[in-house]
């Protein structure tokens, strides 16, 4: 049973207050027909309204069932508009892009009747209007009466309590509306009927009662109810519309605007294109730099030094950007670098380690020793010191020794001064391997010197002059005057002179010094790298081999000037105070230590390598960290940078193809809103129904999560078509076959961040659309 009890309802328009409702009070039967009468604006409608929830009243109150409606909640009147109350309205309301079975289903789609039974009660309710034939047709394909049947059957599959009529038959003929009127009639005997109308002829035929309404009043009850109190009995069924359902009903309706839907989805997928050819591109060129780096560094040293970095230890997680509590005090701490610094004990044992490295796996090892060659030369009569290193020669015998010094002390990553020995013969020689014999022939002894020149087949002009060539830059040399070019290495005893202050200087060179050498060293070869991808692994000038350091250090074991070194922590050359390190470095310098001062391992190809690194980290299992010793991998270290330099390209690109997607979020936020203007009156449908606002939002969600798949998918295909021409193009300039190749993975993703930022930017507009007011959404055209 329904009351309204002492209802008020106003409309404020600036200064001016409309009364729609005024102090209405009146009861309604179970079952009954009531026609509500009056002109224009009299408040009929507006009464409608409230009964069916679709507006508030201000003050009074609507009792349901002898339930009183003031403390409900906005999801209760939802509830209640879809448990007890159908509409039939003037226009009928239906949604032009659902079949007619589907707009009589929609109610109970938001009621959770699950399909097999919703489509059963469907048929029934449009088989008792009369329309069982026509169950598969859409709206446009029906007549005005029809349509209006479809209504009347929407409102009655639910089976509610109350069937509300708003000018059923205002837009119908005659006949037609007689049709109607016999029908609701006939509906009338199981529930109440409440219509409004201004055919007074009609409502005096058909209903059982008339209500004549008339400035928010009523005028005459021609059979009025006054009830007994009635206890409550009223329950209410919450509303939900499943994200099937609000996916399939968003589908139905981009389906009728396929044109539009597939420029919007193109439009929106211009984005993931982009950052979809980024991705295929870098993804292609660092396989192709792997593959390079592969071939291209594959035998490029891991090298072992006296000091090595831990790359453990120099990830400083002290360095977290919280401020700590200003305490009025500084912590003093060690240097990160000096930190990570890891003195390696390079002993004989761990060199008769290195050697027995098996030569599948690195046929080729070099120990840079470290001791000074004490070169000189005889350039027609004049006996001067020689210099191999491009470093310009100093007069002064004290920076002399100091640049020697520092090369001793130190190995370049960059390039090698000695090359290596290969420890099987039959596996190859390191030389004829990774360089092109220019002039002269290969060395044989370890007296035999190279002369290593660029890919232009220049070389740095100190390097000639301090050989005692007088060049000037620019100057072309012919290989004649290079190759046969010999020096003499002076042993230790006739090269430094003791002064009677104990310390010792290096002889002026002259005849005597250079007949007495014993050991001659010839220039036999000129040789280049084979090609420009070859990495510098000897520096350019002259290299020698390892052999000749070792045949140095056997001459000079015993010379003076290491016998007095041996004694002393000064520095027998310089008077200085050394500490151990750089007493050490300084014997292996003047030749009083066998030990190398580094040791570089050529792997034989990129498997050997982790092979050979295998190798070398069985000698450290097991041993304290201060006995480890610690190697360098240049070949993985120039990997992990390159890779990191094309990551950090990638990720600048990526950046920059985002902001298309931005702009598409934008645009989809903006065809949503235009799509809640195009569907204003759908969502007026859909909460004359009972749909939540919840429900309305998860309808066009839906239809933005369809359109973000869709863009997603489209713009990885268009991507993954346009990477046919993209590679063409790139082969006949580069000739790189397949270059620019997409991850699945990554295409993957781009659909769904193309899906999350699609909802994302449709949402607003979404809540917009929930946000509407029900009773005015259904009055938009």
């Known amino acids: 049973m ?16 409309t009364h729609a409702l005024d102090d209405v009070s009146i009861s309604f039967r179970n079952q009954e027909f009531v026609a509500i009468l009056g002109p224009s604006g009299s408040g009929k409608t507006t009464m409608l309204n409230v009964i069916g929830g679709l507006d508030r009243y201000d003050s009074g109150d609507l009792i349901i069932n002898g339930k009183s409606t003031k403390n409900f909640k906005e999801t209760d009147w939802d509830a209640y508009r879809n448990n007890s109350v159908g509409f039939v309205f003037q226009n ?45 047709k859409n709206p446009n394909q029906l007549s005005g009466g029809q349509m209006q049947r479809v209504a009347i059957a929407r409102a009655l599959a639910n089976d509610p309590d109350i069937l509300l009529c708003d000018e059923p038959t205002g837009a119908l003929d005659t006949e037609t509306s007689v049709q109607i009127m016999k029908l609701i009639k006939k509906l009338s005997k199981d529930r109440l009927v409440v219509m409004v109308t201004h055919n007074s002829d009609l409502a005096k035929e058909y209903a059982s009662r008339i209500v004549n309404f008339q400035d ?31 996916i399939k009903l968003s589908f139905t309706n981009i389906m009728t605007k396929k044109g539009r839907t597939t420029l919007t989805a193109f439009a929106s997928s211009i984005g993931i294109i982009s950052i979809a050819i980024v991705l295929a591109l870098s993804n292609g060129f660092q396989k192709q730099i792997d593959t390079t780096m592969s071939k291209a560094l594959a035998k490029y040293p891991v090298t072992i030094t006296k000091t090595a970095t831990d790359l453990n230890s120099i990830r400083d997680r002290d360095t977290a950007n919280k401020n700590v509590k200003n305490r009025g005090y500084i912590t003093a701490k060690q240097d990160r670098l000096q930190k990570s610094s890891h003195e390696n004990k390079i002993t004989r044992e ?17 120990y840079q020793v470290g001791v000074s060659l004490n070169l000189i030369g005889n350039n027609n009569g004049q006996i001067k010191p020689v210099q191999f290193s491009p470093l310009p020669a100093g007069t002064a015998a004290s920076q002399a020794y100091e640049q020697m010094q520092s090369q001793a002390a130190s ?30 022939t290969w060395p044989s002894k370890a007296t035999d010197l190279v002369m290593v020149v660029d890919n232009k087949n220049s070389l740095n002009l100190n390097v000639l002059k301090n050989l005692g060539i007088k060049i000037k830059s620019g100057e072309k040399l012919d290989y004649h005057k290079l190759i046969g070019k010999e020096f003499k290495v002076v042993s230790n005893n006739n090269y430094y002179q003791e002064l009677p202050t104990g310390m010792f200087v290096p002889k002026k060179p002259d005849k005597t010094m250079y007949d007495n050498s014993k050991i001659k060293l010839r220039l036999v070869s000129v040789i280049r790298p084979k090609n420009e991808d070859s990495m510098a692994l ?66 034989n190809d990129f498997d050997s390598k982790d092979k050979v690194l295998d190798y070398l980290d069985k000698w450290n299992k097991g041993k304290k960290k201060k006995d480890q010793i610690l190697y360098t991998d240049m070949s993985s270290a120039v990997t992990s940078m390159t890779g990191g330099l094309l990551s950090g390209i990638t990720t600048v690109l990526v950046a920059f193809a985002a902001i298309s997607l931005v702009t598409s979020m934008i645009m989809i936020g903006i065809l949503t809103y235009t799509s809640v203007l195009e569907r204003t009156k759908e969502i007026g449908i859909l909460k004359a129904l009972g749909a939540r606002k919840k429900d309305i939002t998860r309808v066009f969600d839906a239809e933005t999560f369809i359109l973000g798949i869709f863009s ?24 790189l076959a397949n270059v620019a190749q997409l991850n699945p993975v990554h295409a993957l993703i781009l659909i769904v961040i193309s899906t999350i930022l699609t909802v994302l930017g ?13 009773a005015i959404a259904l009055r938009s055209e």
């Open 538 to 603: 000897l520096s350019e000038g002259i290299v020698y081999s390892d052999k000749l350091a070792v045949k140095i250090i056997d001459e000079n074991q015993n010379s003076a000037i290491v016998k007095a070194q041996k004694k002393t922590s000064r520095n027998v050359m310089t008077g200085q105070n050394m500490n151990a390190t750089v007493k050490k470095q300084m014997m292996q310098s003047i030749g009083g230590s066998a030990l190398p001062a580094g040791i570089m391992i050529y792997p």
């Open 712 to 735: 997603g998918v489209l713009g990885i295909v268009i991507a993954q078509l346009l990477i046919f021409p993209i590679n063409s193009v790139l082969y006949s300039m580069t000739d």
């Open 92 to 136: 009928y309301n239906l949604i032009s892009h659902l079949s007619i079975i589907a707009n009589v289903e929609l109610g109970m789609n938001l009621s959770g009747v699950p399909a097999s039974e919703r489509r059963k009660r469907a048929i029934d309710a449009l088989t008792e209007v009369g329309l069982k034939d026509h169950i598969s």
């Open 762 to 774: 449709g949402h607003l507009p979404a809540r917009m659309a929930a946000k509407k007011d029900a």
């Open 216 to 246: 928010g009043k009523i005028l005459n009850d021609s059979n009025p109810f006054t009830p007994d109190n009635e206890k409550d009995t009223f329950n209410l069924k919450r509303t939900k519309m499943s994200y099937w359902n609000a």
């Open 411 to 440: 190995v370049s990553f960059m390039g090698s001064s000695v090359f290596p020995t290969s420890l099987d013969q039959s596996k190859g020689n390191f030389l004829k391997d990774n360089y092109q014999l220019l002039s002269g």
């Open 350 to 366: 761990y060199i008769n380690y290195v050697k027995k490295i098996n030569p599948k796996y690195a046929n080729n090892i070099s």
């Open 2 to 17: 329904l009351q309204l009890k002492n209802l008020r309802k106003s409309y404020h328009v600036g200064d001016s207050v």
